[in-house]
């Protein structure tokens, strides 16, 4: 079974320090993996996503993440964090059941904090 | 660009109530799917529906069921709303087969039962 586990509940940096949001998954398969962010009182939005192809995958605003095979680790980053970033960020790992219908597993969440 | 919607945003409601929530999706995608979210758990599906009509039971049904007459709406049901059903609740949509993709989430509705 699949399993997605997000090392910090919280992070906290300050304005224009780089940002690093740590996710390790475990997947039978080759699997697929997301990063989402949540805004306050807001849906989720896709930053980025990594489906077998580059191992570096560069998202929207300024985030990147690097699908580690060796270490089942698929972190999220950006060099210099902006005030805006502050939200919660979510790792998703995706794959078929054997149903045959999309199976989405999520991590618990990290908090991005960000001070002036 | 995909666009759900979920009917509200906030929703207030008693105990022992029946609760409607509705998602609508304009990108004539097949599968929709039922989340809630609480803090420290992330998102847990509800129910999924890959067809008009058709559903299955996702990682935590009881006490829900769903209702997929139109292949762009799928609604929620609480058939008796209890307190520990408050929640943030998003529904989300996809194209069938998109085993890989992303899928497409609405704004969500915090639901409180008083």
């Known amino acids: 079974a699949q399993s997605v586990t997000q090392l910090d509940s919280h992070v906290s940096v300050s304005e224009g320090t780089p940002v690093l949001l740590r996710c390790n998954y475990s997947?039978?398969?080759?699997?697929?993996l997301f990063w989402y962010v949540q805004h306050p009182n807001k849906g989720l939005q896709l930053l980025l996503k990594?489906?077998?192809?580059?191992?570096l995958v560069k998202g929207i605003n300024g985030f990147e993440a690097e699908f580690k095979k060796s270490e089942t680790s698929f972190h999220l980053t950006k060099p210099s964090a902006h005030m805006s970033d502050a939200a919660e960020y979510f790792c998703?790992?995706?794959?078929?059941?054997?149903?045959?219908?999309?199976?989405?597993?999520f991590g618990t969440g990290t908090r991005l904090l960000v001070s002036p | 660009d995909v666009k759900v919607t979920q009917s509200s945003r906030y929703l207030v409601k008693r105990t022992g109530e029946k609760v409607f929530l509705e998602c609508v999706q304009d990108?004539?995608?097949?599968?929709m799917f039922w989340y809630r979210q609480d803090p420290g758990l992330g998102l847990r599906l509800i129910y999924f529906?890959?067809?008009?009509?058709?559903?299955e039971k996702g990682d935590i049904p009881e006490g829900y069921s769903v209702s997929r007459e139109k292949k762009e709406r799928f609604s929620l049901i609480l058939e008796s709303a209890s307190t520990n059903q408050t929640s943030m609740y998003l529904c989300?949509?996809?194209?069938?087969?998109?085993?890989?993709?992303?899928?497409?989430f609405g704004d969500g509705t915090r639901l409180s039962i008083l």
């Open positions: 998703v790992v995706s794959d078929r059941e054997n149903t045959g219908f999309q199976k989405l597993v």
């Open positions: 997947s039978s398969y080759s699997p697929s």
């Open positions: 990594y489906t077998s192809a580059a191992t």
């Open positions: 990108m004539d995608h097949e599968n």
């Open positions: 529906s890959y067809d008009v009509k058709m559903k």
């Open positions: 989300a949509s996809i194209l069938a087969g998109g085993f890989y993709q992303p899928q497409h």
